[in-house]
């Protein structure tokens, strides 16, 4: 049964609050057993924060606009934790719940948003100006766009998502989550915009999308504000094309539960300021993970940024003096192509928590392309971590127990002096390398 908007007064003249209908019609829409809930095409809905409800499909129609509202005084805000003296403390995702959220769902099985038309976050309400290359403010988090807790079998489809102020689509305690075919077009100036970002969930399927965003295009999370579900795992990221001003792919650094059986294969990363990241700062360890069929294309785009251009970064460093962090093990990397400022990067504590490493097929092509300082890695954040200078090699490879490179190839296409050696090992143990071709030095 289809809800249409209009039908309970909603105006779709991108001007009036439309949210009290919109609620009307998601209210009806599960009273009645599930549906449809309709924005119907040719129209803008300006809103405030909106409650999807269990069985319920919100569906945008092609040339439908769902817009956030401005007035941060509308929005929803779950689960804001402590209080002192009366006053809301805005938690963050590492601490707290989110404080704020335009589309939110909790304990509600089966609810799908889907349709043709576009979903607006309203960014740059909430945002000034830094310097150039990026936009933030001092309220954080600022309103996530789509944040689904403890919701299962949902589905996420052909839509379209732009100027998220914060992360975009944050699904928390999830099992059984489909995110296909969407479109998330935010623009990469504005700080914190994650483009998907599945929060101890499982049994997740992220096919055909295309994310372009500042910060993470696709990050899994294991956040301390979620700890009382389980790990983040069973995960396919498949078909997709990525561009981020941070990591197109990044696990962590949000990662104080586990992370486990992950497949990624067949996807594009371009102009990114880092490939495939996985970023351990806190106790959960990363186990059992495949990536392959992959072209990375990486560029530094400004120090404001998290990266230096790295195509592939693995590091696993104590967050602060009361932190372990976890071990990586087990990862396999294969068939991977990175056109890249800065060579492959695996950085392990002194107790070699890098572990059975595979790195099949991976050619490094390391060249010039921006004004950016060359030679820099990146180990931010971290107890005593920062950038580091020193030369980039096509490997670098730091405290890891257990790595096999096999028929892998680093070609150095220019003479940029920040370029050091096709390898470098450092306090590294059980190294195989078969195979291995270089050209350029």
């Known amino acids: 049964m289809d809800f249409h908007v209009m039908s309970y007064g909603a105006k779709g003249d991108g001007v009036t609050d439309d949210a009290i209908y919109i609620q009307k019609a998601i209210d009806d829409c599960e009273k009645f057993g599930g549906g449809r809930v309709v924005l119907d095409g040719g129209r803008t809905f300006y809103s405030s924060s909106l409650i999807l409800k269990e069985n319920v499909e919100l569906h945008l129609e092609r040339g439908a606009l769902l817009k956030a509202s401005s007035d941060l005084d509308t929005y929803f805000r779950p689960n804001m934790g402590q209080k002192d003296e009366g006053v809301n403390i805005i938690g963050t995702p590492v601490t707290l ?9 909790k304990d509600a099985d089966n609810i799908a948003i889907s349709g043709q038309g576009i979903i607006d976050g309203n960014c740059y309400a909430f945002v000034e100006r830094v310097d150039r290359y990026y936009v933030t403010s001092n309220l954080y988090p600022r309103p996530t766009m789509i944040y689904f807790e403890h919701c299962n079998h949902i589905s996420i489809t052909d839509v379209t998502m732009q100027n998220a102020p914060f992360w975009t689509l944050h699904p928390a305690g999830c099992d059984d989550v489909l995110i296909s075919k969407i479109r998330i077009l935010n623009p990469l100036d504005v700080a914190n915009s994650d483009g998907i970002d599945p929060d101890h969930c499982s049994n997740v399927r992220i096919i055909g999308c295309h994310i372009t965003c500042a910060d993470d295009a696709i990050c899994l999370k294991s956040s301390s504000g979620n700890m009382e579900y389980g790990p983040t795992e069973n995960i396919v990221i498949a078909d997709c094309t990525l561009v981020s001003t941070s990591a197109a792919l990044k696990i962590g650094t949000e990662g104080t539960g586990d992370f486990r059986n992950i497949l990624v294969h067949n996807c594009i990363l371009s102009k990114s300021n880092r490939g495939i990241s996985i970023q351990i700062r ?19 785009f400004a120090d404001c940024w998290w990266g230096c251009a790295e195509p592939i970064a693995i590091s696993t460093h104590n967050r602060d003096e009361n932190t372990n962090s976890g071990i990586i093990e087990n990862i396999t990397f294969e068939n991977i192509i990175c056109d890249s400022e800065n060579g492959v990067f695996l950085s392990g504590s002194e107790e070699n928590k890098i572990r059975d490493i595979q790195m099949i097929n991976v050619q490094v092509n390391l060249s010039t392309k921006t004004k950016w300082k060359k030679g820099l890695y990146d180990l931010r954040p971290g107890l005593g971590k920062g950038i580091e200078e020193t030369k980039s090699a096509g490997f670098m490879l730091r405290n890891v127990d257990g790595i096999v490179l096999n028929d892998c190839k680093v070609n150095f296409l220019d003479n940029n002096e920040s370029f050091g050696d096709p390898i470098e090992e450092q306090e590294c143990k059980n190294v195989e390398i078969r195979n291995f071709k270089y050209s350029g030095k």
């Not at 990363?286 to 990375?296: E, H, L, P, Q």
């Open 97 to 105: 719940k989110p404080s704020y959220a335009f589309i939110y769902a």
């Open 282 to 300: 806190d106790g959960g360890n990363v186990k059992n993970a495949i990536f392959s069929n992959i072209i990375i294309e990486t560029r530094r």
